[in-house]
């Protein structure tokens, strides 16, 4: 098919696209310079695009492969139309061995994987499309849920601090923990969001502080390294922040440095808030030391923008997520609702309603 470029203003809460029977993304590597959408049209240039983390977070990265189910069904389909259930098991895989942490992921393909025996012989596109835009769509209604669920729980007119990026652009749309964030600013109970930089992408930098700028909301950000010293200030009431996988005891995985930041909480009086959908808690894995934590290029710490920081010959540990142990968290929000001082009979509870 020949290209179609997306001629739209770029928006966090739209940052996955289905048009012209096409999948666009944002590209979350050239923001905030760069306003751009790549066209994807088959399966192995989304699990390229999810690998390279043109699209991440954890929601957003499950709605991209099951919109990269249908490009591959398409494919397969339109090749070998007996037989395309058979042959979009290796895009399937192509698309699972993209990330190994965001549980969104599998789910996500599960989902798709469990229609295939009931299309019978027509063209599977439309139906696995439509089960797509219906991931997509519950996700964003997710987020909204848990945005007002979140947002309930802060009492009064605080700051709050955020880390990496779990806003629109993590998501389907409105974002987890910036949902609950958009949420209570609307409803006048934030004053002010510190969005730690996170290394080693710059997530916060360069994706939260450009969300709540474009939102309009009052954000200051801060090396990873401070802060516990602003905490120590006073003003902090809650450390807001998304999850890649929970795990069945409410172990939350989540990016690089999430630990640090409960940790220092923790000493400091401040709450610790994860806002994630049911999607992202794991029961089969019982806790978090069963969570596998994606590594990644040592050159990602070692360069910044391209060019060389790190000394010659230094090398450089680059796990991309931490696991933040449940006893740091005070409440993990949900689109099912909330669950104060979580343990694993809670979380049972929670995924039983």
Partial sequence: MEAQPLTIRASADQAIVWKHDRLYLLDQRILPNEEAYIELQNATETAKAIRDMVVRGA?????????????????????SPADWRERIQVD???????????????????????????????????????????????????????????????????????????????????????GVIRSAYSA??????????????????????????????????LTDGAAASRMAQGGIDWVIVGSD??????????????YNLAVAAKYHG????????????????????????ESRDPAEVLQCGGRQVGAAGVEAWNPVFDVTPVTLVDAIVTEKGIVLSPDRQKMAELMAV
């Fill in 59 to 79: 929601p957003a990265i499950g709605i991209t492969a099951a919109f990269g189910v249908v490009l591959a069904a398409r494919a397969r389909f339109r090749a």
């Fill in 92 to 178: 399937l895989q192509t698309l699972a061995d993209s990330r190994p942490t965001a549980v969104n992921l599998f789910w996500a393909l599960e989902r798709m994987r469990r229609l295939f025996p009931a299309i019978g012989d027509e063209d599977p596109e439309p139906r696995l499309l439509q089960e797509a835009l219906q991931i997509h769509k519950e996700d964003i209604a997710a987020n909204r849920a848990m945005g007002d669920f979140g947002a309930g729980l802060i009492a009064q007119r605080t700051s709050v601090i955020t880390h990496c990026n779990a806003g629109a652009l993590a998501t389907g749309g409105y974002g987890t923990a910036l």
């Fill in 188 to 221: 006048g109970r934030i004053e002010r969001v510190y969005a730690d930089e996170t290394r080693p992408w710059l997530q916060g930098s360069r994706l939260t502080a450009w969300e709540l700028a474009r939102d309009a909301i009052p954000v200051t950000l």
């Fill in 245 to 258: 996988r929970i795990a069945a005891n409410g172990d939350v995985a989540n990016k690089i440095g999430t």
């Fill in 270 to 293: 401040v709450k610790v808030m994860v806002a994630a959908p049911t999607s992202t808690i794991d029961m089969a894995v019982a806790s978090g030391r069963d969570i596998p934590i």
